[in-house]
């Protein structure tokens, strides 16, 4: 039991800070199965205070289990593994929940039921345990990153129906937590993201001014940069500095729409999770921690390079990345014989890294002639090697399995060669930068659990902050 009675009051921006600041070290994710031992001991240690039920079956037969904690007059829930490539959401769901089952008057002060998904995409994280054991080294986990199709993303298949756009073909894991929604009723709903490098930001389903201070300054107290690049989509409204409105899928479409870009290509997705939560008056946050760090993340510095300038030449490389690992892709149809996961996320991301290439030309076509900022610029260039690396990667993941498996015919065997070569170019290149480092997870942990408490504070009938 920890020794609460000399600490700030829960909820307040002190005691946050304090928690945020106390996440344990760690130099590694758990795998999926780790991940559920895990769960389970601290169930079993705590078996009058923890419970679960299972609430639905990934597609290859996995138990997806919801945990709860606790009995309150609010309700929270937590869910990890909603994008199986971001697995900081796994420590800090470890983190909370041994603290909520270990600390009674913590609990206690939160009135809160907490519920808690692991993971919600088990299949999925499977495929990146690969660079599990050493997430600090940036060449292992691009050649064994796996993120799903669109239409293959828990977060991202909720139904959907809007103009020449429809969605009804919700997976296993879906409904399962579209269930976890439904049983929480949540006041605070938390699906735990993660980024690939830069900076922390962070997305609210509503405006809450008082948040944003506490979101701030919690990447500055552990060392972690704030995102000042642009958001990943423009449509999306800035609240402060790093920190965005979800707005909605309509918008995105709207917004896709005015630039005469498709705005619903073959491939693409469904609706939010968070859009699903809305219709309980849910406050749903989500606080993207970066893995790596990049120097130029908050680097709001005025470049020499015009901002149109910048997104023309992320653009065009997009745009010529999209093109090649289509081309690729295309020779090798006739010869494709194993269905796989791979196969399908890399059928889809490389013709939309040559779409993400045309919007981004698109908009430098009406852009002013106001110089970038040093983050801005950054940020365009990582999304270059973003593309490159994930969708290359994963399509020299699937072809090799074709090779591995013995059913490559001499074509496919040449491509996998070529997609190799390409692929392996493009991560020789981004390591050759050398300026990103890994940031320590106990740090972007502490941020993610910090945010956390920090949003459900902010909960109506919870006492407010005091004047720190």
Known sequence: MHDSAAAPTAGTVEDILRRAGAAPSHTSFPTVDALNEQMEALRAQHPDLIR????????????????????????????GGVHPNEPIGSLTILHLTEQLASDAAFREELDTTWHIVPCADPDGMRLNEGWFADPSDRERYAREFYRPAPDEQVEWTFPFSYKKAYFDAMMPETQALARA???????????????????????????VPELYPILHALPAALGVPLHTGEAEGAHFTVLASAIYEMGTLQDAYDWTE??????????????????????????SLIAELPQFSDPFADDTTISETRYRDALRESGEKLVDAGTRLTALLTRVEPHLRLDTPLLRAARVFAPAATGAGEESLARAAQESDRLATVSEVETLSGLVRLHRLRWGGMLVRALRAEVDAGTAAPELRRVAVEAQTLFDGWLHEALQRGESTPLPLSAVVGVQYGAILAAHAQLEGTRAWDSH
């Not at 679960?52 to 869910?79: F, K």
């Not at 949540?186 to 389903?205: Q, R, T």
């Open 181 to 207: 929604i439904d049983t929480a009723r949540p006041d605070l709903y938390v699906p735990l993201h993660n980024s690939e490098g830069g900076g922390a930001y962070f997305y609210l389903s509503r405006p």
């Open 52 to 79: 679960s039920e299972r609430i639905g079956t990934s597609r290859l037969g996995e138990p997806i289990t919801l945990y709860s904690i606790g009995e309150g007059t609010r309700s929270a829930l937590v869910v």
């Open 258 to 283: 005015a630039y005469g870009l498709d705005p619903y290509p073959p491939g693409s997705a469904g609706d939010a999770s968070t859009s699903y939560a809305q219709k309980y008056g849910t406050l």
